[in-house]
């Protein structure tokens, strides 16, 4: 998955997105290019509650301490990490709570940056989406990927809920904002509206 580190390049200033790292050598890979980039870390944000999100918080938490932000309705696959690590095979520290629940209401500002928030159901129920408006940058998480969308077969994963979302919350935003997935590659509203099969009415002929 992906872990995004967002930062101003003055006031070196930043938050760490989804640390979803499990080896020592991707918890370096971070610390290495926070170190190398003098970057201070102010929050730690998920975009949702899936382990491969989550199963670095702890490290995250201990290594910057600084609050965990997520939204509360994903705390019911929070309380359940454990469980979602035994049914992928893989163990890690128990997640520490977050200390701060956000919601539409909210905004989230550091360096200069403000994050507009949307909630994004579907994918699970708590997920969001990170907007910058002003560089025009939306973090995803696992909501619309390059040419797909987030499975919603997972617990309390909800397919109708998803398209919804994306139709109504991300798709509203112009064409050249660009999207950081949490996985895959990087792309834009505008590619994704026009090629992306669920959204672009493909899907509609056969769902
Ligand atoms: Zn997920």
């Known amino acids: 998955m992906n872990c995004y580190i967002y930062w101003d390049e003055n006031t070196k200033d930043g938050v760490i997105i989804d640390p979803g790292v499990y080896e020592d050598f991707e918890k370096n890979e971070i ?45 019911p696959l929070f309380d359940k990490a454990m469980d979602q690590g035994a049914m992928f095979g893989v163990s890690f520290p128990e997640p520490p709570n977050p200390d701060k629940f956000i919601d539409e209401s909210d905004e989230i500002k550091f360096a200069g940056t403000t994050f507009k928030i949307l909630h994004t159901p579907g994918h699970s129920p708590g997920s969001v989406c990170f907007v910058d408006e002003k560089e025009k940058v939306i973090f995803g998480g696992d909501v619309v990927f390059k040419g797909s969308i987030g499975r919603t077969d997972l617990w ?9 979302s994306i139709k109504n919350k991300v798709l509203r935003y112009d064409d050249d ?7 895959m590659e990087e792309t834009t509203i505008g590619e994704e509206r026009e090629n992306n099969p669920f959204l672009n009415g493909e899907y509609d002929k056969f769902a």
Do not use: E, Q, R, S
């Open 177 to 183: 904002y660009i999207i950081y997935p949490g996985h």
């Open 31 to 75: 610390l290495n290019y926070i170190k190398a980039n003098g970057i201070n870390i102010k929050l730690i944000l998920n975009t949702h509650g899936h382990i491969d999100h989550i199963m670095g918080n702890d490290w995250a938490k201990k290594t910057f301490d600084v609050p965990l932000l997520m939204h509360k309705d994903d705390m």
């Open 156 to 164: 309390l994963g909800d397919m109708g809920v998803l398209l919804n």
